[in-house]
């Protein structure tokens, strides 16, 4: 991936260049300073930034994509577990809902000292 993202380095930059040499021969062969040239040029360097900033961007979420997978799967051969058995999940599953709809058991209640009876301040003035 480290060389996807210098041949797009690379192609920003010659792009750059070529778009400054277009815009300075366009400007130096005519009479006067043409005005549409330059902002065509100033233009096309902005999009230039912008799709190669998103190349980049794609980019840098695949190697950061590949690098979870590589931990996922390091992981899962450190816990014992085969890789045959890391397949990809189905995503439906013929679980019946009445099986998914029963809520967990509850907890049993953490033992709490009782509350003093009889009359107590909360708040004074």
């Known amino acids: ?13 010659i792009g750059v ?9 366009m400007a130096m062969r005519a009479d006067s300073v043409p ?3 330059i902002y065509a040029g100033i233009l096309g360097l902005v999009a230039l930034i912008l799709l190669a900033g ?6 840098s979420i695949a190697i950061s994509a590949r690098r979870g997978s590589e931990a ?8 014992g577990t085969t890789t045959a058995a890391i397949g990809p999940a ?8 009445r099986e998914a709809a029963q809520p967990e058991p509850a907890e049993p209640a953490s033992t709490r000292p009782p509350r003093p ?3 107590r301040l909360v708040a004074e003035r």
């Open 1 to 13: 991936m480290v060389w996807v993202q210098r041949v797009t380095g690379a192609v920003f930059a």
């Open 17 to 25: 260049v070529a778009l400054i040499a277009a815009v300075v021969t």
């Open 35 to 37: 005005p549409l040239p």
């Open 54 to 59: 998103a190349c980049m961007a794609l980019i």
């Open 72 to 79: 996922l799967w390091r992981l899962a051969k450190q816990g």
């Open 90 to 97: 189905r995503p439906f599953s013929a679980q019946p809902l």
């Open 117 to 119: 009876s009889g009359r």
